[in-house]
C-alpha cells in the first residue's frame, strides 16, 4: 500500500469519526454504534480494510485506552465496591467462559470443552473502551459507572489468561490443572507489582518533568512502559497498566500542577476520541474476512455455536447479578442481622440490576484475544474450528455492542436512573466553599507571618475571595431550598455567564484589532489569548 493510498486512508477515517461524533451529539445515538456499523459499511464498498492485526492492538491501542480509563477512575470508589467489581471481573467471567465451553461441547460438533473456553474467555469479558463509550454518555449515577470502569479494567486479564489457559489445554503444550491455576495467579500478582513499580517510577520523574510538556511526553509513555515491563517477565500487562493508571490518577493531584494538568488532560481526551473512534472502524471491517472462514462450516454447526455464545452472554449476566446481590439482600434483610443491614444498604437495586445486566458491550479485546488462538496445534493439525471461533467472537461483540448500545440510553431513561445533577452541583460548591475557607485561613496565617506584605493587597484578596464565598453559598441556598430537584445553576448564575462570556468575546475582538493594526505582535496575542481561554473554561458550558 502506498504512502499516499495510506495517508487518504487515514484521513478518511478521521472524517467518519469526525463525522459520528457530530452525528452522535446531535441525535444521542452512541458514536460507538455508529462507527462500528460505518466500518461494516466502508467494508461492503470498493475501498482498502484494515486487517485486525492482534499484536497491534492488544501493544499498541489498548494500553492507552485501558490507561485513560483508569486516569479518569476513582481508586476509592472502585475498592469501596471491591466485592461487587471482583464478582464481575473474575467470578462471572470465570462462569461465563466455563458455560460457554459446557455449551459448546454439548451442542457442537467438533468442539471439545476446551476449544469453548477459548472462545468463552475471549467475549467473557465487557471491553472496558465500549462499555464507558455508552455508560458516559447515557447519565448513569456514579456508582454504576464506578462499578462498569472498574469491572472493565480488571476483567481482561482474567479472560487473556483463561484463553492462554484453554489454548495449553488444547495444542496440549503441557497443561495441567494446577499448572494453570499458579500461572493465573502468578500473571495477576505480577501484573499489579510492575503496575505498582511503574506508577513508583513515575512519582520519582516528577521533580524532572514539571515543564508541562515534559509531563505529557511522560504520561504518554507510561502505559506502553508498564505493558512493556508485565510482558517481558510474562505477567498480565493489561493488570499492569490498569494499576498504574489507577495509582497516578489517585496520587497525581498532589504533585501534578495546573498548567500540565490542562495540557495533559487535552492530550488525553484527543487520543481518547481518535484511537476509540478507530477501533469501533476497524471491529465492522473485519466483517468480509470472518465471514470468508466461515464457508467451510454448516449451519448445523454455525447456529449452534452463535446459540450458545450469545446466549449464554445475554442470559448469564443478569441471572449473575440477580443471584449475588438480590437474593442475599433478600436473605439477609429478612433476618434482621447487622450484616444484612449492612448489605442492604450497599446492594444494587431492581433498576440498577437492569441497567448493569445491559451494560456488557464486548468490543476489540474480543476480537484481539480470540485471534490470537493459533492457527495449527503442538502437532501441526489445524486448531479446531478456529474460524467458527473467530465468527463467534464477531457476532457476539456486533449483538452487544449494536443491540445494547443503541437501546441502553432509552433504558437507562425509562429505568430514571439519570445521575442527580443538582445532587452534583450541590456537592462540587461545598466543596468550593470549602477550599475557599482554607485559603481565607492560609490568607490570614500570610497577614500575620510575613509583615512586609503590603496590607492592601491581603485585604484585596480578602475581598475577592469573599466575593467567591457568597457566589458559592448563593447557589448552594437555590439547590437546597428546591430540595435536590433544582437545576444545577441558578438564573442568576446563568445570566452572569452569559454576560461574562460577551465580555471575554468583546476582550478577545479588541486585541485582534490591536494586532490587525499592528501594535500587538502575535505572540503577545497569543499568551492574552491563553489568559482568557483559562478564564473562559471556568465557565459552565453553553
Known amino acids: 500500500m502506498s504512502a499516499d493510498v495510506v495517508l487518504a486512508f487515514v484521513l478518511a477515517a478521521v472524517a467518519v469519526v469526525v463525522l459520528a461524533g457530530w452525528v452522535a451529539d446531535r441525535t444521542g445515538l452512541p458514536a460507538a454504534a455508529l462507527l462500528t456499523l460505518a466500518g461494516i459499511a466502508c467494508s461492503l464498498l470498493p475501498v482498502p480494510v484494515v486487517a485486525l492485526n492482534p ?41 461465563t467462559a466455563l458455560a460457554i465451553g459446557v455449551g459448546f461441547a454439548w451442542f457442537v460438533g467438533g468442539a471439545t470443552l476446551a476449544v469453548g473456553v477459548a472462545v468463552g474467555a475471549a467475549v467473557a469479558p465487557p471491553d472496558p473502551v465500549a462499555a464507558l463509550a455508552v455508560a458516559r454518555t447515557s447519565g448513569l449515577p456514579v456508582r454504576l459507572v464506578t462499578l462498569i470502569q472498574g469491572e472493565g479494567l480488571l476483567n481482561d486479564a482474567t479472560a487473556l489468561t483463561l484463553l492462554a489457559v484453554a489454548v495449553a489445554a488444547e495444542t496440549g503444550d503441557g497443561f495441567s490443572t ?14 499489579i507489582i510492575a503496575g505498582g513499580v511503574v506508577a513508583y517510577g513515575v512519582r520519582l520523574l516528577r521533580h ?27 505477567v498480565s500487562g493489561v493488570l499492569a497498566v490498569v494499576v498504574t493508571g489507577l495509582i497516578i490518577g489517585h496520587d497525581a493531584p498532589r504533585w501534578v500542577d495546573g498548567e500540565s494538568r490542562l495540557q495533559t ?24 474476512r470472518i465471514l470468508h472462514g466461515l464457508q467451510q462450516y454448516d449451519a448445523a454447526t454455525v447456529l449452534p455455536a452463535v446459540t450458545v455464545t450469545t446466549g449464554v452472554l445475554l442470559l448469564l449476566r443478569p441471572l449473575w447479578l440477580v443471584l449475588t446481590h438480590k437474593l442475599p439482600a433478600a436473605v439477609h434483610t429478612r433476618l434482621g442481622t447487622a450484616r444484612g443491614r449492612g448489605w442492604a444498604a450497599n446492594a444494587l437495586t431492581g433498576r440498577e440490576v437492569v441497567a448493569l445486566s445491559w451494560s456488557g458491550t464486548r468490543g476489540v479485546i474480543s476480537l484481539a484475544a480470540i485471534f490470537t488462538v493459533p492457527l495449527t496445534k503442538a502437532d501441526g493439525t489445524p486448531f479446531p474450528l478456529r474460524s467458527l471461533l473467530v465468527f463467534c467472537a464477531l457476532v457476539a461483540v456486533l449483538v452487544t455492542l449494536l443491540g445494547q448500545g443503541l437501546t441502553f440510553a432509552p433504558l437507562v431513561r425509562r429505568l430514571r436512573l439519570h445521575a442527580s445533577e443538582a445532587d452534583q452541583a450541590k456537592l462540587r460548591n461545598e466543596a468550593r466553599s470549602a477550599s475557599v475557607h482554607a485559603a481565607l485561613i492560609r490568607l490570614a496565617e500570610i497577614r500575620d507571618d510575613d509583615l512586609d506584605t503590603d496590607p492592601r493587597l491581603i485585604e484585596h484578596m480578602r475581598e475577592q475571595l469573599h466575593v467567591r464565598l457568597r457566589r458559592y453559598q448563593s447557589r448552594l441556598d437555590t439547590l437546597r431550598a428546591a430540595g435536590g430537584h433544582a437545576a444545577s445553576t441558578s438564573p442568576e448564575y446563568e445570566a452572569g455567564s452569559r454576560i461574562r462570556r460577551a465580555i471575554i468575546d468583546a476582550q478577545r475582538q479588541e486585541l485582534l484589532r490591536w494586532r490587525d493594526a499592528g501594535r500587538l505582535p502575535d505572540t503577545g496575542l497569543r499568551v492574552l489569548e491563553r489568559e482568557l481561554d483559562h478564564e473562559e473554561r471556568l465557565l459552565p458550558r453553553k
Do not use: C, K, M
Not at 55 to 65: D, G, N, T
Not at 265 to 288: H, K, S
Open 55 to 95: 499484536s497491534f492492538v492488544l501493544a499498541f491501542v489498548i494500553p492507552p485506552l485501558l490507561y485513560s480509563a483508569a486516569l479518569d477512575s476513582s481508586l476509592l470508589d472502585i475498592r469501596r465496591n471491591l466485592g461487587t467489581v471482583i464478582s464481575l471481573s473474575v467470578l462471572l467471567v470465570l462462569l
Open 178 to 191: 494446577s499448572a494453570a491455576v499458579g500461572h493465573f495467579l502468578l500473571a495477576a500478582a505480577g501484573g
Open 208 to 234: 524532572v518533568a514539571r515543564e508541562p510538556l515534559t509531563a505529557n511526553a511522560v504520561s504518554l509513555a507510561t502505559p506502553y512502559a508498564a505493558y512493556l515491563l508485565a510482558e517481558q517477565f510474562h
Open 265 to 288: 488532560g487535552a492530550v488525553w481526551r484527543l487520543a481518547d476520541f481518535l484511537l476509540q473512534g478507530l477501533v469501533f472502524l476497524l471491529i465492522g471491517q473485519q466483517l468480509p
